[in-house]
């Protein structure tokens, strides 16, 4: 039997109604062993794993979305149009653009820009700033109240490159329009948001801060893997109520 798409072998029904997105297929997979129950690998296509099973008796999937627009904006859309999902939460790591923030700070993100033309070669649509679903996004809020779990909301840039390669950042935020303020830099929540509002779905996204432009600091691959406990379980917390 053919897969369903050329990205996922899974068949309907096996992913929950809300997935958890990771970039890294190795944090999924860590994700599913650490927190499911009776977790099953439903993907593993291009080694982009995917995992549903049982986080307190709620049914939840794990998958990877790769890194970049154009590989989340394919997973996305999959999980949304093809595989019966209704909600997305992104959980990734990010670059911090503001001195209050330190390593490890986790970022609930309001909105995000891009100077990327995502939507537009996707759907004709000159916009350039996504927004996550705000009934999603008061779901996190009231659970991190709940479990005594501090976050920063606030806006991202959603770069088509990885920041520290540029050859002058400064350039890049001062194309940003002055009334944009930006704490922080990722790459994926553009298309993600963007797909969510296409396809009549919700979607949020959690950062965790895992290296600093002010400070010039960064946490290491391994420790990124080992250390983003809190968010992850934000995540799992929010998606369960």
Known sequence: MANITPHNEAAIGDFA???????????????????????????????????????KGKKISIMASGMGMPSMGIYSYELYKYFNVDNIIRIGSCGAYTSELQLLDIILVDQTYTEGNYAFTLNNDKVHMAFPDKGLNQQIEETAKELAISYTKGTTVCSDCF??????????????????????AEMEAFALFYNAKLLDKKAACLLSVVDSHYFKSQVSSADREKSLDKMIVLALESAIR
């Open 17 to 55: 109604k809300t997935v958890i997105m990771p970039g890294d297929p190795k944090r999924a997979e860590l994700i599913a062993v650490k927190y499911l129950q009776d977790a099953v690998l439903v993907n593993d296509v291009r080694g982009m794993k995917a995992y549903t099973g049982y986080y």
């Open 163 to 184: 920041d520290w390669y540029m050859t002058d950042v400064t350039k890049m935020l001062a194309r940003i329009p002055q009334d944009i303020k930006i704490i922080a």
